[in-house]
């Protein structure tokens, strides 16, 4: 029986219907899709660029932008603060659909977007894309949270804000950190550093992923304060430290355009810019909108925006006076790319791409299928009762815009040109002639079918809202290993899947897929340990959902013990296996030329077995599938001898009690079975035709676990080989939270570099 919620269609179907979508979405284009870099910036208002009426500062980048792009003047952020407003972004979702709507993530928060929820980056990810996330981050600190589990292979920047309420959580610390990947790089992190840092990372990202599609979102922590301006750009304005700020932030976006043409990919690319809440309010007569962030007055939450991408047919020298949402840049962004918004998704972003495009002048309605992704808003709930049915049109409550606080609720309703406030009592504002909210207007029937549609939006939220992610509490990292229940809900699960049989005795194996991923993904055999004589696959169930968390298709298996069928018996089920996901791998969505393997103690052995005895045809068996190649292309051998013909395991397997589990798996001690001992050696059978292995040792372990001369000889043969140590690691050293951390980031490292065909950041040279 499957287990956990898989989205109104099954496994199967699913996988299917994943796989056969996946190139059909690339087809759309016929060189291969647009890059995407999305620029968000931190804390700007409205008025605070030179094309937005700023006369304190020069932003000669940014303008040339919008006069090669459209400059949108009635742009809204998702929410007037930080969290919600990326929730919404990154989502296409109004924060409180996601349930990310109240204030923001502190560093105790344990709540953010909830595994389930399909992230941009996710959606990019899984149709082909490169993806990255580099700056502020704020959308939650468990690891379910983290950019790398929520679709971006690679992240550099800061989890968190640096003010004051946010670095006391630090103090003990040293600071908040500057993170690449899980490592910190610098505490405490430098304000005056980070917009040149974010922008040099970018560019790196950029220039590594040239050739293929990317999807690069930089969220700046300027302007935020405490701001940071580096020596080039203090007082350089005529605005103080925050003029001088957006004009760093100018030049560092003109950094991110040249290296784009110098990398022969502007043509192709789109670059988004936006910013994730107002700030204050105007500063002329002629700047009329007043408010600051936090407030859902237009200053908290209208913001510039501004699209860029003339090579691929977006309009130049263009305004928009359209009501536009931060949540209509995911079908939108999804439509450039050729990527239909999966079906069992909700979200209430709108698809803009024909208005971008000068096509329209308005966003068209979903019935003229002007685009990929325009039908996505009759998703949406609407069965309106009949005090509103008459008064209120589909398209028009799915083109009205929702305010929400900073607290979460529900303060005002924009539509047209009209803006209501809904608490204490009902004001009615035109916008188009009155932006600064300084003049009721009175208009019941503009009034009624404004109040009406936000009873409809509050029924559609309490029906079809959905929850924020959970984090347990936080565990002590002298803990005992546990996989979160949020990591858990991310997962689609197969249990007692038969993959051999051996007359009437079968095998079977239990496969986790994450369930947002899209498209065919690596896989990994997770082979237990126990001395060969113990054990199932359950003893490698958390491995197996860990890894599978890290977006693969994961399988813990059971084979046969020693006490049942001596060696090769356990080679001969774990080649089965490895046949069996490919000879299955439609319906479980794997990438056959992608496979690997991980075991510890007699597993890891088996896993280095598995590695080098391709093509040794007694070590193969009959468990089925032999049409299918057992070959695998990664290996992650922890606390595993790779050696059985040393003078250790000659003098192990004679011993009387200690040699016991050796002379049962192996018919005998080493001096009695030479053949058979050379025949389990991973070392006997290592050639230049091997896949690269990473060795993982706890520091407590017996030195044989290092693998030296295993290693030394794929040097020789020019074989890629690492080796960890776990610091005060011993033998068994799953058990301990710290110890299973250690090995599951240096593992998916190790298996992105070689089955995801990716190099991990974190070993990028700097």
Known sequence: MYQGRLSKIGWTLLAGVLLSSYP?????????????????????????LGCYGATEVKTPRIDAMAKEGTRFTDYYAAAPICSPSRAGLLTGCYSRRVGNEIWVHRADSRSGIHPNELTLAELFKGNGYA?????????????????????????????HNLDPVEIVYFKDKGGVPLIRNGKVVKRPADPTELTKLYTDEAIRFIEQNKKTPFFLYLPHTMLHNPLGVSKKFKGSSNWGVYGDAIQELDHN????????KQSGIDDNTIVIYASDNGRGPGRTPEQKIRGRKLSTYEGGIRVPAIAWGPGLGLQSNAESSEVVRAMDWYPTLAT?????????????GRDISPLLKGKTRIVPPPGMKKSLNASVPLRRRWNPPLEWASLIRRNEYNNAFFYHGSQGTLSAVRWHQWKLYLNPSLELYDLEKDPGESRLVRNREITRKLRGMAVLFQEEMRLDARPAGEAPPQTHADSRTRISQATLNSLNVKRGVTYARYGNRTLEMDVYRPKKAWGKLPAVVCIHGGGWAKGNRVNHEKVAQAIAARGYVAATISYRLSGEAPFPAAIHDCKAAVRFLRANAKEYGIDTANIGAIGLSAGGHLTALLATSAGVDELEGEGGNPNFSSTIQAAVPMGAQTDLQSQRTREISKAKDRGKIWRQFLNGAQEDKLETYRLASPLHHLDQGDPPCLFISGERDDPSTHADTFRQQMDQLGIRSDLTIIKDAPHPFLGKQIWFDKMLDVSDDFFTRHLKNQKPASSAKR
């Open 131 to 159: 993806t990255a996330c580099i700056g502020k981050w704020h959308l939650g600190f468990h690891e379910s949270f983290l950019p790398r589990n929520q679709g971006f292979d690679h992240y550099f920047g800061l989890l």
């Open 253 to 260: 976006v003109g950094r991110i355009f040249d290296s784009l």
């Open 24 to 48: 059909a979405s690339l087809k759309a284009f016929s060189d291969r899709p647009p890059n995407i870099v999305f620029l968000l910036i931190d804390d700007q208002g409205y008025y605070d």
């Open 336 to 348: 450039f790319a050729g990527i239909t918004i999966p079906k069992d998704r909700v979200i209430d």
